[in-house]
């Protein structure tokens, strides 16, 4: 199934391919590529620009092409050069979707977006997108953006973060922006599971015939206007998630998940410290957060 990017009359396949900490080579993204998750997302900062364009080849006509440029690169001359090589390493000519890869308040938003605007005015790029934005960022990154539209966020959002169901989904949603979610299979099973004490996802997965990893990509993909970018290292992997679209999850199998599965929403103090700390720093500081006595961690974030 597909949906529409933002208002632009594009359709995306709902379930794409998320590429960071990927090592398993072009063969498996070629074959999810091929299996109809055409839509695949990089980033300069993953190392993996080069072996998507491996996987691109011959593909290259049928797969919606997304990738990041990182905070550092936001004042225009970096920009355009960041463009150039991600091109270069991706072996096309025109990215479909650049995102900025999270805010950076030390450069001015105006320069970022003139800068974004010449080049899709140049045809280097052909939708503009952010990723980890807030929806006040949002709307300012909007403003500066004059001549077009933001199109997409990238966000964290699983069946246990569901941090931006407070208000910056409803935000997205009601400005057609896709939400792109990210680990949305919490980065690894694992995780869902320890958050699942009664193994409700097990249950279901038997009683519908569909896996845990398709039931949790399915949840995402029952919201208006999310799409999902799992990761996969297999063939195997890839083409099971490729199969978490086409079906949709009923309304009481969704309030059952929502029942008994344990999620979070990030509080302020969590999210202000991911937004101030530089992204080498911000393993450190979580764990610092994590030292708090339970208590207080509760209260600050
Ligand atoms: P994820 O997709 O939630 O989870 C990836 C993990 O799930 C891997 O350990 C993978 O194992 C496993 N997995 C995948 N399919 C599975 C299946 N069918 N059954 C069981 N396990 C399965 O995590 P993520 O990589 O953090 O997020 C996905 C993508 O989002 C990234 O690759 C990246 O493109 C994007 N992202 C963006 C940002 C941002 O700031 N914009 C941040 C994080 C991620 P194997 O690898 O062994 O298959």
Redesign the pocket.
């Known amino acids: 199934m597909v949906k529409e990017l933002g208002r632009t009359g594009v359709f995306l396949p709902e379930v794409g391919i998320?590429?960071?900490?990927?090592h398993?080579g072009p063969g498996p993204l070629r074959r999810g590529l091929q299996a109809g998750a055409a839509f695949i997302?990089?980033?300069e900062s993953?190392g993996t620009e080069g072996v998507v364009g491996e996987a691109l080849k011959g593909l290259r006509e049928r797969v919606f092409v997304a990738t990041?440029v990182s905070p550092e690169n936001f004042r225009p001359a970096r920009l355009q050069a960041s463009v150039d090589a991600s091109l270069r390493r991706l072996g096309i000519e025109t990215l479909d979707l650049l995102?900025l890869?999270?805010p950076n308040p030390a450069i001015p938003i105006q320069e970022t977006m003139d800068a974004l605007a010449s080049l899709v005015d140049a045809g280097k790029v052909r939708f503009v997108g952010v990723?980890?934005f807030a929806a006040a960022q949002l709307k300012a990154a909007q403003s500066a953006l004059r001549k077009y539209p933001i199109v997409s966020n990238?966000?964290?959002y699983?069946l246990i973060d569901r941090t931006i169901e407070h208000g910056l989904l409803q935000y997205c949603q009601a400005n057609h922006i896709t939400v792109i979610a990210?680990?949305?299979?919490?980065?690894?099973?694992h995780r869902l599971k320890d958050c699942d004490p009664g193994g409700i996802l097990e249950q279901l997965s038997h009683g519908i015939g569909k896996?845990?990893?398709?039931i949790a990509l399915n949840w995402c993909l029952c919201k208006e206007g999310v799409v999902v970018?799992?990761?996969?290292?297999?063939e195997?992997?890839?083409l099971?998630?490729c199969a978490s679209s086409d079906w949709r999850l009923t309304s009481p199998q969704i309030d059952f998940l929502n029942g008994a599965i344990q999620y979070r929403h990030r509080g302020h103090f969590d999210a202000l410290l991911r937004r101030l700390t530089p992204h080498s720093l911000r393993p450190v500081a979580l764990r610092a957060l994590q030292c708090l006595p339970r208590g207080l961690r509760r209260r600050v974030t």
């Open positions: 998320g590429t960071w900490d990927y398993a997302d990089t980033a993953y990041k995102q890869h999270q990723s980890n990238q966000v964290r699983n990210y680990s949305p299979l919490a980065r690894g099973l896996s845990p990893a398709q970018i799992p990761k996969g290292s297999s195997e992997h890839i099971e998630n």
